[in-house]
């Protein structure tokens, strides 16, 4: 069965403050991408990355794919209030009948 | 472009009931996957559809099925409902083909409430 691991689960911290998140994965993927979900709302796509190794920059959101296409990280420079949310990663596995495959997420909260 | 539309936004039904959400996806996307949402689960894949075929399956009962139009517009139902399928049901359309295929364009989500 594959699976993605996200962590931290849960983090709260400062306005101000950097912070990375992580998603891992014993298997490899074909692509992978990051969304972000408001409460009461659907998770908003925020990057796709694909070739091992890819860095993807988002203003404030650095998206880096690992070599090996089996993990990814999500580091936020300066983290604002608006930046709140459940953050989620998904893996597409070109042979698995096109599933995605979704990690738990990571809750952030950017305290004033 | 007009983003996925899901109606109703928010339902609440009594146990044994059924339920029918729609999902009307991006113009232009033809594939529509849903999803139940619930705090302890995460996000749960129940199945997707592409051309009025479903492709690919979840795994849910048969309580849960869904259909797809030739307009790409969506509904799922929910049949003999329970407790436990109190949750947030999204809608994700995309295109077909190559990496793109896997970038999900969500619906604000249906909320469900059992009694």
């Known amino acids: 069965t594959q699976l993605l691991e996200q962590s931290p689960q849960f983090l709260s911290i400062q306005e101000g403050e950097n912070l990375t998140v992580y998603c891992n994965s014993s298997?490899?993927?074909?692509?992978l991408q990051w969304y972000r979900q408001e409460p009461g709302e659907g998770p908003v796509l925020l990057v796709t990355v694909v070739t091992g190794g890819e860095v993807k920059k988002l203003k404030r959101l650095t998206f880096q794919f690992g070599d090996a296409r089996k993990d990814s990280s999500l580091h936020i420079t300066a983290a604002q209030t608006g930046d709140t949310g459940l953050y989620l990663c998904a893996g597409g596995a070109a042979g698995n009948n096109r599933k995605l495959i979704w990690g738990l997420g990571t809750s952030l909260a950017v305290n004033p | 472009k007009a983003g996925v539309t899901q109606t109703p936004r928010y339902l609440i039904k009594t146990r044994g009931q059924q339920v029918t959400l729609s999902c009307s996806p991006i113009s232009g996307h033809r594939s529509v996957s849903w999803y139940q949402q619930t705090p302890g689960q995460g996000l749960q894949f129940l199945f997707e559809y592409f051309s009025e075929t479903q492709r690919n399956k979840g795994n849910f009962p048969g309580r849960f099925s869904g259909r797809q139009f030739s307009n790409s517009r969506s509904e799922m139902n929910v049949s003999t409902l329970e407790l436990g399928d109190s949750a947030l049901y999204l809608c994700?359309?995309?295109?077909?083909?190559?990496?793109?295929?896997?970038?999900?364009?969500f619906g604000p989500g249906t909320r469900l409430t059992v009694t």
């Open positions: 994700a359309s995309s295109l077909v083909g190559g990496s793109s295929s896997y970038e999900q364009y």
């Open positions: 298997s490899v993927f074909s692509s």
